[in-house]
């Protein structure tokens, strides 16, 4: 089966959304689910027009409707279908065709284990050829008149939405989607062999829980950046040391490096998959470095409120820093990107300091030098010392 999107074009572009493109269902399932999670992101929704359709060559599609995201992704495969599954009009016989379809094409990971398609499939009713058209009295039925494609804002609950945060000593945290990312198939292979029918991110998260994770590793090889990350998101950073070590990845080098506050080898570092948690973090590790224009770029994408303060107060530490320094040149260009009071009561007072040592100088009194030295060197000590 196959499915195509349509929706607001500069909006689609902005979540990398494919529109008018007919992909395969699996590839389309996939790019929904990351358009779904960037929306949280954004903090913003968006109604999606959707069609899918039995074959390439079909022109009429078996079912067209639109869905409303951001939606909770274990509901999001049933939200499509829902236009059939609660239509009181279609014929049986054709929903279960359909669903039994329609699951079949699905990834595993994301086919509904529901009683429509239970129902689907105790029966086995003959199936479309590629060259035919599905039931018209299926398509007809279902067929919903297209909406004006917009792009809304709502207001998510922080609880789903925030991504930075502060605890006791200014210490920044990122709270990662690691599970989501793995149900979105962004660590999990759709190869992986296995003895259960429980999908792999699942039978994983549930061996870290009671197993070695570097024992876990040498089972499931090819999922050692799920288990970095699954790690990471519990907080297990000892644990994801260990495990680093015996099988180091991007992702779990990244964290740690994050965690342990190296921020120089945060931003060295190329190959993790940057997702938008770890992008904040990246933003974040820019300002503690004092590279402001780096995070000002980055955070162009992410539009990050939270990290937009990060960053103003990054120039303004660097602005108090300029001053102490006697650098009034670069305060005073940090200060025109900021408009910041107390930045331009400090370059004020800071000047006074400076002409108080010149003064000292020319008349070299060293004693009252040095206290104007200090005096200046002081400057703001205040606001770097309250974090705020």
């Known amino acids: ?22 992909l395969l269902l699996e590839k389309g399932i ?41 939606i909770d992704e274990v509901d999001l495969v049933k939200a499509l279908v829902a236009p059939v599954t609660t239509s009181s009009e279609a014929e049986e016989k054709d929903v279960k065709l359909f669903l039994k379809q329609f699951n079949r094409a699905l990834p595993k990971r ?38 004006k494609r917009s792009k809304l804002s709502v207001v998510i609950p922080l609880t789903l939405l925030v991504l930075l945060g502060f605890v006791t000593g200014g210490y920044f945290v990122i709270k990662h989607f690691a599970s989501a990312e793995a149900k979105a198939g962004t660590y999990v292979s759709t190869t992986e062999a296995t003895t259960s ?78 997702t938008p948690e770890r ?47 006697a650098d009034f040149k670069e305060a005073e260009r940090i200060q025109k990107k900021i408009s910041d009071s107390d930045v331009k009561e400090l370059i004020d007072v800071g000047k006074t300091c400076q002409e108080m040592i010149e003064l000292y100088s020319k008349k070299k009194d060293n004693e009252n030098k040095k206290i104007w030295q200090d005096r200046l060197a002081g400057l703001g000590k205040e606001f770097l010392d309250s974090g705020e």
Do not use: C
């Not at 994301?110 to 039931?135: C, H, M, Q, V």
């Not at 090819?222 to 015996?246: C, G």
């Not at 503690?288 to 409120?305: F, V």
């Open 110 to 147: 994301y086919r509904i284990n529901g009683k429509e398609t239970e129902s689907s499939l105790d029966e086995e009713p003959a199936e479309f050829l590629p060259s035919e058209e599905p039931p018209s009295e299926l398509h007809e039925k279902l067929k919903r008149p297209r909406e």
């Open 30 to 70: 996939e790019a929904l689910v990351r358009s779904n999670q960037e929306l949280l992101f954004l903090n913003d929704s968006a109604l999606v027009d959707y069609l899918i359709f039995n074959d390439a060559a079909q022109e009429i599609p078996t079912l067209e409707a639109t869905l409303a995201l951001p």
């Open 279 to 325: 992008q904040a973090m990246l933003v974040y590790a820019y300002v503690q470095l004092g590279q402001m224009e780096e995070a000002e770029i980055l955070n162009k994408t992410l539009k990050s409120d939270k990290l937009t303060e990060e960053i103003q107060r990054g120039w303004k530490v660097a602005a108090i820093k300029a001053i102490q320094k």
């Open 197 to 274: 029918d429980e999908p792999v991110d699942k039978q994983i998260a549930k061996a870290i829980e009671t197993e070695d994770p570097v024992k876990v590793g040498d089972q499931f090889p090819e999922q050692l950046a799920l288990i970095a990350n699954l790690l990471t998101q519990n907080q297990r950073f000892d644990d994801l040391e260990k495990f680093n070590e015996r099988h180091p990845t991007p992702e779990g080098t990244f964290d740690l490096a994050f965690h342990n506050e190296d921020w120089k080898q945060v931003i060295t570092l190329n190959d993790p998959q940057l």
């Open 1 to 22: 089966m196959y499915i195509s999107f349509s929706m607001d074009s500069d909006f689609a572009s902005e979540i990398q959304l494919p529109i008018e493109k007919r």
